[in-house]
């Protein structure tokens, strides 16, 4: 009968975002664990708090199902000799498979030619008691803790040490041993409200009971609930509203056992300090939820979720009031010595700050940006005046007091400066948003200086780290050269603006040479670039399946120097995937390619070389759609531009149905070829039709 199985890790306190991630890795890792020892199961749930993590298996098979396979050996002719006896790999191959040498047979194999050595391996499933132990040891070692520990005097490590086992399968305790403790059946309570030990039955609804009893809610979910609760009876009883954070709530949750609610309030004199600053200083340090008056203006409030029920809250209420007023006090003085100075007495400063060793200091950075910023500016029509001011002063307030006491404020601050300073609003905005996007689903920059900036940042990040050999590796990516390249065909591809990459690339790559005195073969690093780029673009595209790979490939491989316009190929080229005349229309396109063979034949073709009626007819209808082709194109309304080539079908289908192209006759050959390349020439400016699977 299906049993379930009950596993809890008590340990001291995890770190929340160590939690987080270990309930998803050990259900994952489980799941596939099970499937691996074929043991069959209904489900299997994972859920934990501060001091445990714990594991439900449910409806876990009693013994591993039977194995029987077939198994393939050495080829018939090197397993017998030559009077038809066994030799050592016969013998070998059935040592390993646990089979009587007798029982050995010779059969094709699919995929290979001749007769091959083979025989049925049965292995009989063993009980879950026997598999368990050995696969719950194996998961929890091999759990992805960013930091784990060792304790005492053992050599196995966790993330923290570990004061408690329960590991029962059907109710009865399963014997297993893990990080030195033997495992049982009891689990704790909450720390301080109900330490004392709790015994457990193996169920599911009673564990979760039991510990909710003793002041443990072990449903991550479940004390997400509570602490929404317990901000609506605060909010109830202030008449203050908290700012919305449900990444908040999901960080405190794992934070505490039992959430308890309290609320504080801090020296009003504090608001003067940036509401950015305010808010920051009690989320990220001090987790706790800024609070709104009925118009959405930050009051001198907070909610804190303590872990415990207390028997007196204004204690808790003082001291997390004392610890936030001292970070506020700090905030405070730093942003009044801040405002002693102008920002560009800031971005002075980055004259001392080392962006890269070979890439000199930020101050050299921001030049860069500013030079490559002004030109793009010019090209798509943005004010250069308002890029270059809000360039120059871009990354001035990462030398700040207040930046450097909260870095993640980085942008924000400057763009206050700025506004304090009396910038106009485009270059105060652009300082803080040029950082936009931050990842895949980041929102957009609502300014074009702002944009423009931001492409030319990156653009020098990348380009500046391929120049030195900085490249992404497979686990390694220091400079976010991923995310910046998705951040700049997001910019160009989303604010449908036309540009040529490889200049860009060239003209960034060419600032950077030239500044930093780097002497390398710079059309090599832009060749590296730009295929970075497109392989970024490529994911960009097909992401969540929205354009189909092929179409996306063919696009892209004729080009994707301007992000827009590849783009549109690629949808065009969607598009035509969806007639229902695809397949033979692809495959007369990829048949003009393919006998070209990559290659672009020189010279005109002559009419009048023509021998064959079919030629003629071809380009006679070729001739008769490149006006309305070249129209098409011109407009980069590339969907009609293959509406018209469709035509050309029946002419090409006929032409090499009744045509020898590689005809004996090197002129006549010629001529077919350049008629053929002019064709194909069309094509290309849209995709590269060979890629698309037909």
């Not at 074929?38 to 445990?52: C, D, H, I, K, W």
């Not at 002497?519 to 970024?536: M, P, S, T």
């Not at 301007?562 to 397949?583: H, I, M, N, T, W």
């Amino acid at each position: 009968m299906p049993r379930n199985y009950l596993l809890e890790i008590g340990t001291e306190e995890i770190p929340a975002g160590y939690l987080a991630k270990a309930m998803v890795a050990i259900a994952a890792s489980c799941q596939r664990a099970l499937e691996a020892s074929r043991l069959s199961f209904q489900g299997v749930q994972s859920m934990g708090t501060p001091r445990r993590l714990t594991l439900f298996i449910a409806g876990l098979a009693d013994r591993q199902s039977d194995l029987e396979e077939d198994m393939v050996g050495p080829p018939a002719g090197v397993a017998f000799d030559a009077a038809g006896k066994p030799t050592k790999a016969a013998e070998g191959f059935a040592k390993r498979n646990g089979v009587a040498l007798e029982s050995l047979r010779t059969g094709p194999v699919e995929g290979k030619q001749g007769e091959y050595l083979l025989c049925t391996r049965s292995e009989q499933g063993l009980a879950s008691e026997e598999i368990l132990p050995g696969l719950i040891a194996e998961l929890l070692g091999g759990l992805p803790w960013p930091k784990s520990m060792r304790w005492g005097g053992g050599e196995e490590s966790f993330v923290r040490p570990v004061h408690w086992v329960v590991s029962l399968l059907g109710g009865e305790l399963m014997r297993m041993r893990f990080a030195g403790i033997e495992a049982g059946r009891q689990t704790r309570g909450h720390r301080f409200l109900a330490p004392q030990g709790i015994e457990l039955d193996g169920a599911l609804d009673s564990y979760i009971s039991a510990l909710r009893e003793a002041f443990v809610i072990v449903e991550p979910a479940a004390r997400e609930r509570m602490i929404a609760a317990e901000i609506s009876r605060i909010e109830s009883e202030t008449g203050a509203k908290v700012r919305p954070d449900e990444e908040l709530v999901s960080e405190v949750a794992n934070l505490v056992e039992y959430p308890v609610g309290v609320c504080g309030e801090f020296p009003p004199e504090y608001l003067e300090v940036p509401e950015q600053v305010i808010v920051s200083a009690m989320r990220a340090h001090q987790r706790y939820f800024a609070m709104n008056d009925a118009k959405g203006v930050l009051l001198n409030r907070f909610i804190t979720i303590a872990g415990t029920i207390t028997r007196n809250v204004d204690v808790v209420r003082r001291g997390n009031q004392r610890v936030l007023a001292a970070r506020l006090s700090d905030a405070q003085f730093f942003f009044r010595e801040d405002r002693k100075h102008e920002l560009s007495y800031f971005a002075g400063k980055l004259e001392d700050v080392v962006f890269q060793k070979k890439l000199g200091t930020i101050g050299d950075k921001v030049r860069r940006i500013e030079s490559g910023a002004s030109a793009l500016a010019t090209q798509l029509g943005v004010d250069a005046a308002l890029v270059a001011r809000a360039a120059s002063l871009c990354k001035a307030d990462l030398c700040s007091q207040m930046v450097y006491e909260f870095p993640e404020l980085q942008g924000t601050m400057g763009r206050r400066y700025a506004k304090l300073a009396g910038e106009p609003d485009e270059v105060s905005t652009a300082i803080e948003e040029h950082y936009l996007p931050r990842g895949a689903s980041d929102e957009l920059p609502t300014s074009s200086v702002a944009a423009v900036i931001g492409v030319a940042d990156r653009l020098d990040t990348i380009c500046g780290c391929f120049a030195i050999g900085v490249t992404p590796t497979g686990s390694a990516d220091p400079f976010g050269l991923r995310r910046a390249a998705l951040g700049v065909l997001r910019l160009f591809a989303e604010r449908q603006w036309n540009v040529d990459l490889a200049r860009l690339v060239e003209r960034a790559v060419g600032e950077v040479c030239t500044q930093q005195s780097i002497k390398l073969d710079q059309a090599k690093i832009c060749a590296d670039v730009l295929e970075f780029l497109r392989i970024r673009f490529r994911g960009l595209l097909t992401e969540g399946k929205s354009l189909p790979g092929d179409c996306v490939d063919a696009a892209l491989s004729v080009g994707v120097l301007d992000p827009r316009d590849a783009r549109a190929r690629a949808e065009a080229v969607s598009q035509l995937r969806g007639r229902e005349d695809f397949e033979p229309l692809a495959a007369a396109f990829k048949r003009v390619a393919n006998i070209l063979k990559g290659q672009s034949p020189a010279g005109t073709p002559n009419p009048a070389a023509f021998v064959e009626d079919k030629e003629r007819g071809l380009w006679t209808a070729f001739e008769g759609i490149r006006e309305r082709v070249d129209s098409s194109l011109s407009e980069h309304n590339y969907v009609r531009a293959l509406q018209v080539l469709s035509e050309l079908k029946g002419p090409v289908d006929a032409f090499f149905d009744a045509v020898l192209v590689m005809d004996k006759d090197e002129t006549i050959r010629d001529n077919r070829l350049a008629m053929l390349g002019r064709i194909n020439d069309t094509f290309t400016r849209i995709a590269d039709f060979r890629q698309l699977a037909v």
